[in-house]
C-alpha cells in the first residue's frame, strides 16, 4: 500500500522534471554566465584603475585608496578622477579629527598648541578646496560651462592642498615640537598630500 502511494507521486514528479529540467538548466546556466561575466568586467575594471594608477606619482597608494571603487568608476578616466579626489577629501577629514584629536590632549606647550591649530587651519581650507574640486569635476561641462577652465581651477585647488600640506609640516621646522605631536600630524597630512598629488596626475592626464 505504501508502494503504490509512492508511485503515483514518482511517475508526476518525472513528468515534472522532464519539463522542468530544461528551464532550470537554462537559468542555472544564464546565472553562471552573468557571473562569469560581472568577475571579468570587474577584473577589467581593476585593471583600468592600475593602469592608470601607474602613472601617477605614488601608484601603490594609488591603486590601494581607489581599487575599491573600480566596479564605480567603470574604466571612466573623469570617474576616476572624482573619486581620487573624494578619497583625498576623505582623507583630509580624517586628519582633521586626528589633529583635532592631539589638540585636546593634556601637557601641550604654547608652540606645540600654536602648530597644532595652524595645521587645523590648513585642513580646513583643503577641506574647502576639495569639495570644490569634487563639485566641479562632477559638473565637468554641464551647461556650457568652460571645461578648461574648470580643469584649471580643479588643478590649482589640488596643488593649494599639497602647499597647505607642506606649510603644515613645515611649521614643525626650527620648533621645539615633540615627537608625540609631530608624527601623528605628519602621517595625517603627507597620506592627504601623496592622495591629492595622485589625483592631480590623473587629471593632468585627462583629455578634452
Ligand atoms: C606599470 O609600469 C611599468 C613600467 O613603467 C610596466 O612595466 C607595467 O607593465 C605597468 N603596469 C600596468 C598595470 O600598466
Ligand atoms: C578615513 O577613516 C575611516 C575610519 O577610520 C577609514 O575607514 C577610511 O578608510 C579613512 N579614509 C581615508 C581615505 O583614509
Ligand atoms: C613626515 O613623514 C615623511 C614620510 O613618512 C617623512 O619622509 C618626513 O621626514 C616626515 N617629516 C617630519 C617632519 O616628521
Redesign the pocket.
Known amino acids: 500500500m505504501g508502494a503504490q502511494t509512492f508511485t503515483t507521486p514518482t511517475s508526476n514528479s518525472h513528468h515534472v522534471l522532464t519539463f522542468l529540467l530544461p528551464i532550470l538548466l537554462l537559468i542555472i546556466m544564464t546565472n553562471m554566465q552573468t557571473t562569469v561575466a560581472t568577475s571579468s568586467s570587474s577584473q577589467t575594471y581593476k585593471t583600468y584603475v592600475k593602469t592608470a594608477c601607474n602613472s601617477t606619482t605614488y601608484p601603490l597608494i594609488c591603486y590601494q585608496s581607489l581599487s575599491s571603487y573600480a566596479s564605480k568608476i567603470k574604466s571612466n578616466p573623469r570617474k576616476l578622477c572624482i573619486y581620487a579626489l573624494s578619497v583625498t577629501l576623505q582623507a583630509s577629514k580624517n586628519a582633521s579629527s586626528a589633529v583635532s584629536k592631539l589638540s585636546k590632549r593634556g601637557g601641550l606647550t604654547p608652540t606645540e598648541k600654536g602648530v597644532i591649530n595652524d595645521c587645523l587651519e590648513n585642513i580646513k581650507e583643503s577641506i574647502d578646496e576639495l569639495k570644490d574640486s569634487v563639485s566641479s569635476m562632477n559638473n565637468l561641462g554641464v551647461k556650457g560651462a568652460d571645461v578648461q577652465a574648470q580643469l584649471d581651477d580643479i588643478k590649482t585647488w589640488a596643488s593649494a592642498v599639497i602647499t597647505d600640506d607642506v606649510t603644515c ?1 613645515d611649521g ?2 626650527g620648533l621645539k615640537v615633540s ?1 608625540a605631536v ?2 601623528p ?3 595625517s ?2 597620506y592627504v598630500a601623496r592622495l591629492a598629488s595622485n589625483a592631480l596626475s590623473l587629471i593632468d592626464s585627462l583629455s578634452y
Open positions: 609640516t614643525f621646522d615627537t609631530k608624527t600630524i605628519n602621517n597630512i603627507v
